[in-house]
């Protein structure tokens, strides 16, 4: 079965760069999540979107945005990168109709030096 | 509003021996209850859920839980534990319509002795 895609799978950024990171769901899922996670520490929810559209916002600071095209593909961007944005980025999809748990892909590292 | 507890970030367990992994929620509505594992340097990945069908849930890998709704748990268990359940292990409650947006617990690594 199709899984979530998540590209690249590392990156290396120096400070004050910028990422872009890229997340394909899985077929027929309408909601994208994306979650940062620190050393250590559980998933702390970004933002989401649903059919496309901005849904929900978490803790995802001002440097950063991102959106939902129209092959329900999804851009984490990131700007003026500071050490403290080193972490893995997971994204996630899910479908309400299906039901609502996630599935996640396998994550992007980034690194910032 | 939901939270979930895991009540132990920490258990270790000898191989062949029980897993219990705890983890207490609250919402406003009926919940929908997940557990996801994590190896080290992985993704998530869904072992069981619950969305009030049967109560005792089973999931992949040997490993299941069960939904009490009068003590507000959730807790993993697995009858005999393998060296590969070493991981990261988190409780994640959604709560539709409220909110679709998953709070996770803290996490509880499961470490395995041989």
């Known amino acids: 079965a199709a899984g979530v895609i998540q590209s690249p799978r590392h990156l290396i950024k120096e400070k004050r760069e910028t990422a872009t990171l890229k997340c394909y769901p899985i077929p027929r899922h309408d909601t994208v999540y994306w979650y940062q996670q620190g050393p250590g520490q559980d998933p702390q929810f970004l933002i989401s979107?649903?059919?496309?559209?901005?849904?929900d916002k978490g803790s995802i600071p001002d440097r950063f945005s991102a959106q939902q095209f129209s092959d329900y593909h999804s851009e984490l961007n990131m700007s003026s990168l500071e050490l403290g944005d080193s972490a893995l980025y997971f994204c996630?999809?899910?479908?309400?109709?299906?039901?609502?748990?996630?599935?996640f892909g396998p994550g992007t590292r980034l690194t910032v030096t | 509003a939901q939270s979930v507890t895991q009540l132990d970030s920490h258990v270790s367990v000898s191989e062949g021996t029980p897993v219990l992994l705890r983890c207490n929620y609250s919402?406003?509505?009926?919940?929908?209850l997940f557990w996801y594992v994590q190896h080290p340097n992985k993704g998530l990945q869904l072992l069981l859920k619950?969305?009030?069908?049967?109560?005792l849930v089973k999931g992949i890998n040997g490993f299941e839980a069960e939904f009490k709704k009068s003590e507000t748990s959730f807790h993993l268990t697995k009858p005999s534990a393998h060296m590969s359940d070493a991981a990261e292990y988190f409780c994640?409650?959604?709560?539709?319509?409220?909110?679709?947006?998953?709070?996770f617990g803290r996490g509880t690594s499961l470490i395995v002795h041989p």
């Open positions: 919402s406003s509505y009926s919940p929908s």
């Open positions: 619950y969305t009030s069908a049967a109560t």
């Open positions: 979107f649903y059919e496309k559209m901005q849904s």
């Open positions: 996630a999809s899910s479908s309400r109709i299906l039901g609502d748990e996630q599935y």
């Open positions: 994640v409650v959604s709560d539709p319509p409220g909110s679709y947006i998953p709070t």
